[in-house]
């Protein structure tokens, strides 16, 4: 043996852009050389929430200075809708009628960006305004539609089981949405090529969707659209669909006026014009024993869609299908309600409607914890899943995998749990004004597409003749390590160093049809589809080493950056060099779909999961009852990825999922005016986590033990989008220092974001309640 590979799988490595990122020298969209004529793009956005268009007057925009072309809907030579779901209700430009304040309604195509976006201001709209609603309650009093038909999760008798329940208890809560705020915004830069050709360059997730959508407005087919991404400056799921809009606007211009276009809309206009996270609306009711165990759960999930479809049908699903979050519901009944509202069309959303699934089963184990005077660890370990009778989800899908126990087991004890709880109680018996919580949550988050087709990938792989090689697959960068991972995943099957691997830029012209790099499949899907390939090319190269020099395949072994053939040994360069000289084929796609998931939504019925991720974290908090204002103390987190591809990228994705989850639920707030516009649109009205709101303490372990029971890429498990549900521990935290002004009485039912003011209302409202009642 020649010792061992640098950077195979299994092994912490830098991410591969890390030196060009705090350099400065990543390169993104807006960093490509512009050709020549370069034109600019700007969006004309509406200014009324629901109004039918009475007139629009463009000649101030046509003849301010610069400006070269003005684009509406008529000017599309194809279709005026972008929407990734088919339902024909996502126009690129608004016709008749405006859905929300900021929707698009025209492009102004100038010699500069600036040029572009001054004279986007001066359109003349006459508009008649109709009724605008822009709350999810106020949807469903208004008798608005649902924006896609409703999902309904159903396992056993609910109705007689919570009439037979000894303790039964309803409530509601409402949880925010949540911006994106990637570095990087929205960006699309169109070349026009001949014939019908366009070449796209767009930060997106989602290159292939990208592709048939710009070929669908512009009306070529989707071989005449190339989308190329070399990478993202964040995404969070904010990249999936709504790049579609950007790109087609850019394409269409280009082609139009046979010159490269870019558009780049400013902060206030990208988060004004593109979704969010969804905001929720969870109404539930509860039955259960005097242990706490939950005998029936009966739920409402009704959800701010927006003016369009988008991604809601499937987000909300998936929120029925994590409300169970790590617990067994023995009687169930779950309905979503994806309400259209006068706002701009939510989106993905890292967890994708998990989290306020998640969420909802956290509170209903709180409810229980404070109606019957327990810690809410004890009720949630009586309710976890556990054995034949205790392992069947809502949607009927067998727990095989469960290890969460374990790993609540091994965090309560490494964190010191029991007695930082005790600690808390005692400082908070004392009195004062500063008030301390404590929590510990779990979370079973599970991993696949559950529209099933999108479970597929392919990926590229060439060996040079001097061993070098080059890996495209169908993936995208945005920051999460995905291109340093199944490079990784490469180098091993061909035992080279890490640094032999050259990762190109995702374009549709090399890896077509790629599913959008989201629902935490990233690296399954396309590490699998570069493992089938390099194993194919591997396969050729056994073949021809066992026939050249004579020996049995078994005995062509590949050792790290050398190839042993019986007794000839040679380096890796030198091998691939004589493979190339038998013409030996060094080239192969590689391709790879989930096997053994299935999902019958009409049935409510199936198994869309092919395998569970596990954690948990506990957080400590101490809140100001005079101010509502708040800290995080300390941080505990165990978290399951199977056995890793990179530690070290997983620990800093459950890092900036753990963080980025606090913030959805203590400080980003979205908030519309009466007139429907969105009032917290720049980070001067729209707070994310500084890293001054980081614990104090923040202590991030893996659970180095466990193994994926699936075969999956080198038995790792995802780890984008799990650990984000960890912060509900930070919201739980915050809801027992509350509590205790009211000595734990009563449960807080903070809404979030639990923002200090929220917080301060609820400490009112306790010590309010708590001296009525003495």
């Known amino acids: 043996m020649n010792g061992a590979i640098r950077g195979g799988v299994h092994t912490a490595q830098q991410h591969d852009s890390a030196i060009k990122h705090v350099t400065g020298r990543a390169e993104y969209a807006d960093d490509i050389t512009e050709p020549m004529g370069t034109l600019h793009a700007y969006l004309g956005l509406s200014e009324a929430a629901h109004a039918e268009i009475v007139s629009i007057d463009l000649e101030a925009v046509r003849t301010a200075p610069g400006v070269v072309d003005v684009l509406t809907a008529k000017d599309l030579p194809g279709s005026n809708d972008v929407s990734p779901v088919g339902k024909h209700d996502d126009p690129v430009f608004a016709e008749g009628r405006v859905e929300f304040w900021g929707q698009p309604m025209f492009a102004v195509i100038a010699e500069t ?11 003349k709209v006459e508009y008649r305004a109709l009724r605008h609603v822009t709350d999810v309650a106020e949807a469903i009093a208004a008798d608005y539609p649902h924006v896609i038909d409703p999902l309904k999760l159903e396992r056993g ?20 949405g949540q911006d994106h705020f990637y570095l990087e915004g929205m960006i699309a830069f169109a070349i026009p090529g001949e014939d019908d050709e366009v070449t796209v360059f767009s930060s997106t997730q989602h290159p292939s969707e990208v592709q048939h959508m710009v070929a669908h407005v512009l009306g070529v087919p989707s071989h005449s659209v190339t989308i190329q991404v070399r990478r993202m400056g964040g995404g969070f799921g904010g990249k999936e669909t709504q790049p579609n809009l950007f790109a087609a606007v850019a394409a269409v211009a280009a082609k139009k006026l046979g010159r490269a276009v870019k558009i780049r809309p400013d902060r206030d206009d990208d988060m004004s014009a593109t979704g969010k996270r969804h905001d929720f609306l969870v109404e539930y009711e509860v039955g259960f024993d005097d242990d706490g165990r939950i005998l029936a759960v009966e739920g409402m999930f009704a959800a701010r869609c927006g003016f369009s479809a988008d991604l809601s ?16 519901y023995p009687a169930v009944r779950l309905v979503s309600r994806p309400m259209k509202t006068n706002t701009v069309s939510n989106t993905a959303f890292r967890g994708f409607g998990g989290p ?12 229980i914890a404070y109606a019957l005077g327990k810690d809410p660890l004890e009720v949630r ?100 390590g995905l291109n340093t991972k199944v490079a990784q995943v490469v180098a091993d099957c061909f ?64 050792e790290p950056n050398v190839v042993l053939v019986g007794n000839t040994r040679m380096s890796f360069p030198e091998f691939i060099k004589e493979a190339y000289m038998a013409r030996v084929h060094l080239s192969a796609a590689g391709f790879y779909k989930t096997p053994d998931i299935h999902w019958d939504r009409a049935a409510g019925k199936g198994r869309p999961f092919y395998y569970f991720a596990y954690g948990a974290a506990v957080s400590e908090v101490s809140i100001d009852t005079l101010t509502g204002e708040y800290q995080v103390d300390r941080v505990d987190i165990l978290h399951d990825v199977g056995r890793s591809l990179n530690p070290a990228i997983d620990k800093g994705q459950i890092e900036g999922g753990f963080i980025q989850g606090v913030g959805w639920l203590t400080t980003e707030e979205l908030w519309w005016d009466d007139k429907g516009r969105l009032r917290t649109h720049a980070p001067s009205t729209y707070k994310i986590p500084l890293a001054s709101d980081r614990a104090r303490i923040f202590n991030v372990d893996l659970a180095d033990w466990s193994e994926n029971r699936e075969p999956t890429i080198r038995r790792s498990k995802a780890v984008g989008e799990p650990p984000f549900m960890l912060g509900i521990s930070v919201l739980e935290a915050l809801s027992m220092a509350v509590a205790s002004v009211a000595d734990y009485r009563q449960c807080p039912r903070l809404d979030a974001p639990a923002t200090p003011e929220r917080v301060l209302m609820a400490v009112t409202r306790l010590q309010g309640a708590s001296g009525a009642a003495a």
């Open 313 to 328: 049908g499937p987000v909300t699903d998936r929120a029925l299908f994590h409300a169970d979050n790590a617990y067994f």
């Open 113 to 123: 960006r600036d040029a572009a976006r001054r004279a986007a201001t001066k359109a």
């Open 381 to 480: 370990r009586t309710n976890f899943y556990g054995a034949e009778g205790r392992d069947v989800t809502p949607y009927h899908q067998k727990v095989e995998d469960n290890i969460v126990n374990r790993v609540v087991d091994e965090l309560e004890a490494r964190a010191e749990y029991a007695r930082r709880r005790e600690a808390v109680l005692a400082f908070n018996a004392e009195g004062g004004v500063i008030r301390k919580g404590i929590a510990l949550t779990p979370v079973k988050f599970g991993i696949s597409f559950t529209a099933t087709w999108y479970n597929q990938a392919g990926a590229l792989v060439h060996v040079y003749n001097d061993g070098s090689i080059h890996l495209n697959h169908g993936g995208t960068e945005m920051g999460q």
């Open 495 to 558: 035992q080279v160093d890490l640094e032999h691997v050259r990762i190109t830029a995702t374009t549709t012209a090399k890896v077509p049809n790629t599913s959008a790099t989201a629902a935490s499949s990233g690296s399954d899907l396309n590490g699998m589809a570069a493992q089938n390939a390099a194993e194919q090319i591997r396969g050729r190269l056994v073949d021809f080493a066992a026939e050249k020099w004579g020996v049995a395949p078994e005995q062509v072994v590949f």
């Open 356 to 367: 306020q699934g998640v969420i909802a089963a956290e509170r209903i184990i709180e409810e």
């Open 157 to 176: 008798d609910v109705g007689p089981a919570l009439e037979a329940a000894p303790h039964r208890l309803k409530g509601s809560l409402r949880v925010g």
